[in-house]
């Protein structure tokens, strides 16, 4: 970087004497030297990743059995990328790229290529590794011994870097070797989509151990992603790695260079051998998963593998569950009236043993028929209140580290105003951790969000109707003329327009806030009311003499001065319902009154 800069600054002098004089100012180039230096700066602080090889360039089949099935043909290629810069890196993918054909050296079937990862933070590093198979035909040892390749990393917001080439993968004729032996493969048996665990590899060499050595566990790119390993070793004493290759004698694997596939060094490491691996469990990939190790050397000109490798005693089986998480969706109340606020609950249950923590939620809204509003405020976790979420794209995300312990549950809440609109509301919700989804299932490749349908009703809305019995309604606009001494037949009818039941539905004619009064002109004609009353289970009928001021007035005959079989004292009737007006629901009133 510094000579890069010792350059730069030489061309923008260079530059600088080129432009006008009063430009070229001695203030003005350190004003322009300065601004350029902070561009240099600012680039260099940008987001940076690094990639190294951290495996051997050695692979091969059984030197006298491998049309037989006997020893290894599947190794671990791969290259550690690092995230040397100022920010997280989203995204992070590592590809395996062929520079070369060779129809006999390949990627596993079913391998993943390439490989993204969530993101990789600020300082860390993690691996990339591609199970690379080699065909079991001599052409292979006699036609065809290599197969050219780089691997490529990537991610957003960052430049794609690329392992050294020219580099290859050479077949070599392996051969079997008793000294070489895996001790124990130990781990959990039983491991969750999205945790990290720990495996542990003893095995033991030569006491002396080897100029190469290789000594790894067989993992599926599609299941594990390895994101350390911690290496020891007996010989020599004390000795340590971060990777299961073991370069110690300086091993040329540049093609075509002199003293290729070879030593430059007299180094020896092995003996005992500890690994461990860390790695995150990515996916469920089909049933249980058998775990073996492969031990590959170099020693005395020639290249050997343990002569244990595939046996069942010194390998490990696995249960790859789904994460043990679901989410929920309910609804405080449905249905609820217009314009109504009530409470979404979205609730995750942690069924397993360890715990989980969610990245964000994300909710969507109905906007059909039409669009509740957040209520500001009035979001919760664990019953703390938490930031209001963000709107983008019709979603509402909330962002935050939400922890969900091993067995137990988590609500997220929060309220929303219903629209004064009639209909059925229904919106549904995810969460994420690590970059996978969160839903009503355990399985982290579908797409079930958890939902709730809330009905929006309108309250009850009754419409009345007041006519002469065989008049329509409404009535006409001319009125009715009638002669004194005429019996005239009243009839209100009435109907709930509403979604919502109406209780406690009370009727009175005339509309006692006016001044307007039954016997005004009329004279009430006693037992003359009738009731019809649609869904509502009982009417009871009272009278006033004072305007409603009162209700215990009985009507008689003759009351008044009014004729026999009327009464000229009653200014008001109350019909009081019990039971309930449902929706669409009708029924009247009639009683009659005569014209004096």
Partial sequence: MKRGRQVWVKTLREALGHIPEFFSSRAARRC?????????GAQAARAQVTVTPVTWNVIGLDSNKWSQGVGPDTFQVGARACNVGATAVPNITGTLVWDSSNPYINLATGALNPVTYNSLPVGTCTDFYFPVVVSRVNAVFTTNPSRRYHITVSGTGVSSVSTPTPRELYVEQLLSQNRNTVTSITGPTSVYVGQSYTFRLIADTATQGYDQLEAFINLSNVVFQVQSISTTYSAPAGATNDKFYGDACGWNNVPGSAGYLDCTNSGKVGGT?????????LAVNGGPITLGALILDHSGGSFHYNADNGDPAKQITINVQPPPLTLSK???????LTNGTLTYTLRVTNSGNVSYTLS?????????????AYVAGSSKFNGAAIANPTASGGKLTWSGSFVVPASSTRDLTYQMTMPNTHGSYSNSAIAHFDGYQLDTTQDVTDNVPASATVQVNTPPSIALCKTVVGQTCPPPATPLSQLPGTDVNYRITFVNNGDTAAQQFVLIDPDPSTTLKLNTNTDFKVGSVVTVLGSLTSA????????????TYVPASGAGGAPAGYDRNVTHIRFSFAGSLTSASNGSVTFTVRIR
Avoid: Q
């Fill in 32 to 40: 322009l030297l300065a601004l350029f230096l902070c561009l240099v």
């Fill in 273 to 281: 051998i500890v690994t461990d691996y860390t790695v995150k469990i």
């Fill in 330 to 336: 309910t609804a405080s109340a449905s249905p609820v």
């Fill in 360 to 372: 964000d939620f994300v909710d969507t809204p109905p906007t059909s028929p039409g669009t509740p």
């Fill in 540 to 551: 009871t009928v009272a009278y006033s003499n004072d305007s409603g001021a009162t209700w």
